[in-house]
C-alpha cells in the first residue's frame, strides 16, 4: 500500500512538473512577444520624434517668411507713403505757383498778344 502512495505522490509531482514547465514555455514565448513589441514601440516613437523635429523646423521656416512678408509690406507702405509725400509736396508746389502770380511772370500769359 505504501507503493501505491508513494506512486501517486510521484504521479502527481511529475502533473506539477510538467504543468510548470508548459507555463514556463509560454512565459518565455510572452516575453519574446513582448521583447518585439518593446522594440516596435521604439521605433514608433523615434519617427514621431524626426517627425516633431520635422515639424517644428517647418514652422521656424514659415514663421520666418511671416516677418519677411510682414517686413516687405511694411516697407512697401512705407515706400507708398513716401511716394506720396512727395507728391502732394509737388502738387502744392506747383499748386503754390499757380495762385501765386506775383512771384512768377504769369501776368504775361494773361493778355493777349498784340501784333506787331
Known amino acids: 500500500m505504501a507503493d501505491n502512495i508513494d506512486n501517486l505522490i510521484l504521479e502527481h509531482l511529475k502533473r506539477f512538473q510538467a504543468g510548470q514547465e508548459r507555463i514556463e514555455r509560454e512565459l518565455r514565448e510572452i516575453k519574446a512577444r513582448l521583447s518585439t513589441l518593446e522594440a516596435g514601440q521604439g521605433s514608433v516613437l523615434q519617427h514621431i520624434g524626426h517627425l516633431t ?3 517644428a523646423a517647418q ?3 514659415i514663421d520666418h517668411l511671416h516677418r519677411m512678408q510682414v517686413i516687405g509690406v511694411r516697407s ?4 507708398s507713403r513716401r511716394l506720396h509725400d512727395k507728391c502732394c ?7 503754390h505757383l499757380w495762385l501765386d ?11 493777349a498778344p498784340t501784333p506787331a
Open 76 to 79: 512697401s507702405l512705407e515706400a
Open 89 to 95: 509736396i509737388q502738387w502744392v508746389g506747383l499748386e
Open 59 to 61: 514652422q521656424v521656416s
Open 53 to 55: 523635429s520635422s515639424i
Open 101 to 111: 502770380r506775383s512771384r512768377v511772370p504769369w501776368r504775361a500769359f494773361d493778355k
